[in-house]
Nanobody
Framework: QVQLVESGGGLVQAGGSLRLSCAASGLTFSTYTMAWFRQAPGKEREFVAVISWSGPTTYDADSVNGRFIISRDHAKNTVYLQINSLKPEDTCVYYC???????????????????WGQGTQVTVSS
């Protein structure tokens, strides 16, 4: 079965960096669009970034502001999210998700994605 397993979260001071990983199995990774979402306590899950199967990326400009970089390694079936200059408001559970063939207009929608990981907690202290 399909599994997405996130890792790399933790407690970090404001201004620091983290690299989150999402290892995929049970699917043909190279054909899937991969995305990162995040969810803060008491808030809705929100889109962060997406990378298509061929490499083009899209970010949520308001929350990311140039601090996040999404990438993928087809040899390792893994998608990454590099987060720099962390802020306390980045404290969230970060989820990766997979979808096949979505149009750009659907990238930000939760319902676009067929598969989800269990999430990894990122906590940023001030």
């Amino acid at each position: 079965q399909v599994q997405l397993v996130e890792s790399g979260g933790g407690l970090v001071q404001a201004g620091g960096s983290l690299r989150l990983s999402c290892a995929a199995s049970g699917l043909t990774f190279s054909t899937y669009t991969m995305a990162w979402f995040r969810q803060a306590p008491g808030k809705e899950r929100e889109f962060v970034a997406v990378i298509s199967w061929s490499g083009p990326t899209t970010y949520d400009a308001d929350s990311v502001n140039g601090r996040f970089i999404i990438s993928r390694d087809h040899a390792k079936n893994t998608v990454y999210l590099q987060i720099n200059s962390l802020k306390p408001e980045d404290t969230c559970v970060y989820y990766c998700a997979a979808a096949i063939g979505p149009s750009r207009s659907r990238y930000r929608l939760i319902r676009t994605y067929n598969y989800w990981g269990q999430g990894t907690q990122v906590t940023v202290s001030s």
